[in-house]
Each structure stands twice: as structure tokens, then as C-alpha cells.
């Protein structure tokens, strides 16, 4: 149990550890964007200081609603286990939205994923696929994306998750030098699917490289009552935006992936987990779960899996106005 002083109320406040680490949370928030200076250059440029404690001024709250669903995450634990080795001999990804390779959410901590920035690589309108490699070449990464919904425990059925990350030298399509100058034509590793009845979705995409200022990541946008276009692509400003965040790795697995080629053609200075400040504040509810997908080399691609509590009633801004 901790004090919290609280000077406009004149009071000191008991705090469970899981709120007073959320209290500290949110202090740090307001001091990384209030530090955030020209030794990260553009690459990562943050959302709003109110915007950003807004976001995670909620966490507090949903945090203890998604403690109610532990039960039911270990059941779907349960289930997962048990059909895990029949399940994981189908590896062969497609085009076309593929059955999971879980069928039931994964998480046996239950703790809330938190928001995170949206940073400058965002392009609105991007395809709606499962596949999003193109013709880029690295680890194939085949990610289960589980969503919960806080506000009921219950899996978020028919969200659109949404990745895009950097290709294996550490470039984002449509930013092949840092500025938007190929958004039209350059919509690799970016794009998204819907969860199915099990709240579970299937990306294909590649581990990504690294570039200065920031360790491996991919963005993670969570859409509802999302609409389409006629061409096969979502319309990021009609529906809610419930989730901003981004998905990091084991260093472990970074060191392996980056040992090989193309990724060690890289020439950008590597920025590691514990020097990168928005994966401090991310905390380790938002490191993929990985393992190979088959075997035991890269060569096979690697199986991630990681589980993402979003509030269903949220509706967050985009704030990058580039579109396909």
C-alpha cells in the first residue's frame, strides 16, 4: 500500500501498488513528452502533452474492469494450450483472412495495453488485408492479435487492428527518406484486418528493422464501427478509434533477427529497448509473445501473439492528416 498526497484535496489518498505504479505511469508520461528533444529528431514526434495524459488517465479505471475477465483469460489459456500442437501445423499464410493459429485470447495477466503515440508515419486509408509483405523481404512474422473489450471482458468482436512498421533497413512505405513523398504507390507493411466471433485476428507482416531513435516496433491502431471504401480500403476518419499503441520485442529477438540478412545491411545507429523512451512508458504489457513458427530458425518466420485490452466506448483522434 503507498500515500499519495493529493495538496488540492489536503488529503494523503492509500494507493494499491497496481494505481500507484499507474500514478507514476502517467508522471513519467508528462515528463517524456515535456523531455522529448531534438536527440530523437522526427522520426517519433509526440501527440499532445493533454492529449497523451488524457489517454492514459483512463488506464486506472480499466485496469481494474479488465481484472474481472481473468477467469475467462484463463479458461481461453486453457483452451489454447490443449490445441496448440494440432493448430500449429498449419503455417502457410495467405491473402485471404486465415483461420488464427489460436482460437481463443491469450493472457493470463490481464493487464490493460497501454496508448501510446501515434508518431509521424501514420498514412490514413490503407488496405484492408491480412497480408501486408508485398515485396519486402526479412522474417516472415505471422501476429494473433487478440482484442478485449474493458468495458465488458469479453472479446471485441469485428475490429479492424490496424499495423504499419518499418521495413527491415528501418523505412516506413511512403516515407522512403523520412517525408511523405510516395504515399500513393508505397503501402507496404501497412494495412489491417477484422477480429473474428473470438475477438482474434491474423496479420502477416515482417519483424521490423530498427532506425535511429527508436528500438523494433510496429503501430497498432484499433478501429470500430469502422466503413470501407469501394477500392478495399478502411476510412480511418469514419469510425472510432479506440486504441493507439505500439508492439515491441524480446531483445533476445532482436539480436537474432538483426544478425541476418537484410537486416544487417542497416546502417542507421541501433537504438536498444532500455533506450527507448516510449517502450519505457509502454511497459511490458506491450512485448509480443514470440516463438518459430516452424522448426527452430528464422528461416520457418516466427509465430507472435499478444493481446491488446482496449475501452470499447473510447473514440480517439488521428492525428496525421496523409492519406492513400
Not at 497523451?52 to 486506472?60: S, V
Not at 489459456?77 to 496448440?84: D, L, T, V, Y
Not at 540478412?261 to 545507429?269: A, E, G
Not at 509480443?288 to 527452430?296: A, D
Amino acid at each position: 500500500m503507498f500515500l499519495w498526497s493529493d495538496k488540492s484535496a489536503d488529503v494523503l489518498i492509500f494507493l494499491t501498488p497496481e494505481i500507484f505504479a499507474m500514478r507514476l505511469f502517467l508522471l513519467a508520461s508528462i515528463l517524456a513528452v515535456a523531455s522529448y528533444v531534438c536527440a530523437h529528431g522526427a522520426d517519433e514526434r509526440p501527440a499532445t502533452t493533454e492529449e497523451l495524459i488524457t489517454r492514459n488517465r483512463g488506464i486506472e479505471a480499466r485496469n481494474l474492469a479488465a481484472r474481472k475477465c481473468a477467469s475467462a483469460i484463463a479458461e481461453f489459456e486453457a483452451q489454447r494450450m490443449a490445441k496448440r500442437d494440432r493448430l500449429m501445423k498449419r503455417q502457410t499464410p495467405t491473402t485471404t483472412a486465415p483461420a488464427p493459429h489460436y482460437t481463443s485470447i491469450q493472457n493470463s495477466t490481464c493487464v490493460l495495453h497501454p496508448e501510446t503515440i501515434e508518431g509521424p508515419y501514420y498514412i490514413r486509408n490503407e488496405y484492408i488485408r491480412t497480408d501486408l509483405r508485398e515485396r519486402q523481404t526479412g522474417v516472415s512474422l505471422v501476429l494473433d492479435v487478440g482484442v478485449i473489450n474493458s468495458r465488458t471482458c469479453q472479446p471485441f468482436r469485428n475490429a479492424f487492428v490496424e499495423l504499419w512498421a518499418s521495413n527491415a533497413t528501418g523505412l516506413y512505405g511512403g516515407y522512403p527518406t523520412g517525408q511523405p513523398t510516395h504515399i500513393k504507390t508505397d503501402t507496404f507493411l501497412r494495412g489491417g484486418y477484422f477480429t473474428n466471433d473470438a475477438g482474434i485476428v491474423e496479420i502477416t507482416t515482417i519483424y521490423p528493422g530498427y532506425y535511429q531513435g527508436r528500438t523494433a516496433h510496429i503501430h497498432a491502431m484499433v478501429h470500430s464501427n469502422w466503413k470501407s471504401g469501394a477500392n478495399g480500403t478502411l476510412l480511418s476518419g469514419q469510425g472510432n478509434v479506440n486504441h493507439i499503441g505500439q508492439f515491441f520485442f524480446d531483445e533476445t529477438w532482436n539480436d537474432r533477427v538483426y544478425a541476418t540478412s537484410p537486416y544487417n545491411l542497416n546502417r542507421q545507429p541501433r537504438t536498444l529497448n532500455t533506450q527507448d523512451w516510449i517502450l519505457w512508458g509502454a511497459g511490458s504489457g506491450a512485448y509480443i509473445n514470440l516463438q518459430y513458427l516452424s522448426g527452430s530458425s528464422l528461416t520457418g518466420g516466427l509465430l507472435g501473439y499478444i493481446t491488446v485490452v482496449v475501452d470499447g466506448n473510447a473514440n480517439y483522434r488521428i492525428q496525421n492528416a496523409n492519406s492513400l
